[in-house]
């Protein structure tokens, strides 16, 4: 790749380079990205205000006040016009493969304003991911066929790969949409894995995905600045979490399809199935873990409560930019030292170790929502005109036994 640095190219006189390099064009479509989230959010805001297009406080709320729900908007229009500002027409393999996940992408769109507004029945929005999901599945032969050696399986056949394909869509999308329950939480972490995916598929030439990548990331940030005010605050909703999870479907699918040539490509990674859910370590141990508990207790699936990790953390008296940053960090550190401790390590291994800290993930949220129990159960009994010492002994030995 020859790449020289931006001073060196304006130094020389020739500022036409800085704006037809690939790489540049990549980081210009997430500086432009940002800047224009930052600047459509305030007008959708006004917008979604004047037109009471507001989320009101719920029992599952973690905001006190009605909010702006339509972000999205904003993620949505910043992403695909800093994207679609350069030609990518040097793989033409990959711009198909963009375009026909464009359709997927406009459809989720209506679909999550749609939801944001009036609210869609569960099942027609599964239906819906689904079909959108097929579009680039089907029609773009875009699907995971090779297991990397897990378990011994490697190469698999369509009647494997299809299907597995739309699940992982369906199950990234549902978990991106999971965890956006506090402020910071489903952005921070799909910007950090949207750059993650960006940096490998432009250091590999494959910079049509890169610049997706990379002007998602950034309409995220620019999303990221309004989400934490406390004055100017708005959610991504619907119509950016179906996005922003269909998007990472895509780099994921993508990623795990281009290195199924690690066998004779020095830069592919062997590793490449493990390293996509250490990237979505958070979506996916909290979705995982939530399904668990809820089925364990007898309940549906599917419906809502106050489980989540970003609850429970919240509940344990962080804010939502702690709890936020708490999660994001178990993404960065866990990447961090999958890539280096991995060495030889099999992917079947590395699937043991990652179902192991699954379980050491479970151990920890269970405790901290003991620990919840407890706080409240203790502000109880002081709070009571009987109260006396023994009775918050009898509490703790009691929530013990639990």
């Known amino acids: 790749m020859d790449l020289k640095l931006p001073l060196q190219i304006l130094s020389e006189g020739d500022f036409s380079n800085i704006i037809h390099h690939d790489v540049y064009q990549c980081l210009l479509s997430f500086l432009i990205a940002c800047f224009l989230s930052i600047i459509s959010i305030p007008i959708i805001i006004n917008l979604s205000n004047l037109l ?7 029992f599952r709320s973690s ?3 009605e909010t702006p729900t339509l972000g999205g908007i904003a993620i949505f229009a910043a992403t695909l ?7 990518h027409s040097e793989n033409i393999l990959d711009s198909n493969l963009i375009s026909l996940a464009m359709t997927g992408v406009i459809i989720l769109f209506f679909l999550g304003i749609k939801d944001d507004i009036l609210a869609v029945d569960p099942t027609k929005k599964l239906i819906i991911q689904i079909f959108a999901s097929l579009i680039l599945v089907a029609m773009g ?8 050696g897990i378990f011994g399986i490697h190469q698999v056949s369509d009647f494997v790969s299809i299907p597995l394909t739309v699940f992982i869509f369906i199950a990234i999308i549902n978990a991106v949409n999971l965890i956006d ?20 598929f432009i250091l590999n030439d494959h910079f049509s995905f890169g610049c997706l990548a990379f002007a998602m990331s950034g309409s995220l940030l620019g999303f990221l600045r309004f989400n934490f005010s406390k004055t100017s605050k708005i959610f991504m909703g619907d119509t950016g979490s179906l996005i922003v999870g269909y998007l990472l479907s895509i780099f994921s699918v993508e990623f795990l399809s281009l290195n199924v040539g690690y066998l004779h490509d020095p830069n592919a990674y062997f590793n490449a199935p493990i390293i996509v859910m250490v990237l979505l370590i958070v979506p996916i141990f909290d979705t995982l873990r939530v399904f668990i508990v809820r089925i364990f207790k007898g309940g549906s699936p599917f419906v809502a409560d106050r489980n989540h990790m970003h609850h429970i953390l919240i509940d344990n008296g962080l804010n939502h930019f702690w709890a936020s940053f708490s999660l994001w960090m178990v993404t960065i550190i866990n990447t961090a030292l999958f890539f280096t401790f991995h060495g030889d390590i099999t992917n079947t291994a590395s699937l043991y170790i990652y179902i192991g800290m699954f379980g050491a993930y479970m151990l920890f949220a269970h405790m901290l929502k003991r620990r919840v129990v407890f706080v409240k159960e203790k502000k109880k009994l ?8 023994n009775d918050l002994h ?9």
């Open 394 to 402: 009898s509490s703790g030995n009691t929530l013990r036994d639990i």
């Open 181 to 200: 329950g506090i402020d910071g939480l489903a952005g921070g972490i799909s910007l950090i894995a949207g750059l993650g995916f960006g940096i490998w």
């Open 52 to 58: 009471h297009l507001t989320a009101k406080p719920g």
């Open 81 to 87: 016009i800093a994207y679609f500002l350069w030609p």
């Open 141 to 148: 032969n875009f699907k995971v066929d090779n297991f990397y």
């Open 382 to 389: 002081m709070n009571s005109p009987s109260f006396n010492e």
């Open 63 to 65: 905001h006190e006040t």
